[in-house]
């Protein structure tokens, strides 16, 4: 089976619906997501939309996010946000750590043992300036970092 193709396992799976209720329980719902087309991200997805009650058709499977370094991540959550005053990204690493580290200050970082920032199923929250010219390299603010294990 290819990396495309290999489903979420069972951790992932509850996991994804732990943080799902999360989310819906801390009021952060939002406008679009935008995810990987891959098997595993589809059900990460899928699996929080469950718990959102949000609409699938709010989402956006774009090939462009699959293994994309953080310049690409960045480039397609720019065209989306101009649609949409906010939006879930939901891709791979390291791509993901690397865009966190290039939005957000390093003092905001919390790491994993083995220096990881996201972890199956984690959640940054991001705030960003308004102005989507304005954002840059550490212009944005991490206003939380979730990881399964976090959440009771």
């Not at 990204?89 to 220096?115: F, I, Q």
Request: aromatic share 6%; charged share 20%.
């Amino acid at each position: 089976m290819s990396d495309l193709q290999r489903p979420l396992n069972k951790r992932g799976q509850r996991d994804s619906l732990r943080l799902g209720r999360w989310l819906q329980d801390n009021y952060l719902i939002p406008d679009c997501i935008i995810s990987s087309h891959s098997q595993r991200t589809r059900e990460t997805v899928m699996n929080v939309c469950n718990a959102l009650e949000f609409d699938t058709q709010d989402v956006h499977w774009l090939e462009a996010l699959y293994h994309a370094g953080s310049q690409g991540l960045l480039r397609e959550s720019l065209t989306v946000l101009e649609s949409f005053k906010s939006i879930m990204l939901v891709a791979h690493n390291p791509g993901l750590d690397d865009l966190l580290e290039y939005l957000c200050p390093t003092s905001e970082m919390s790491y994993t043992t083995d220096a990881k920032l996201m972890t199956t199923a984690s959640f940054a929250h991001i705030e960003l300036p308004e102005d989507s010219n304005a954002i840059s390299y550490q212009s944005g603010h991490l206003v939380q970092l979730i990881r399964p294990r976090d959440i009771d």
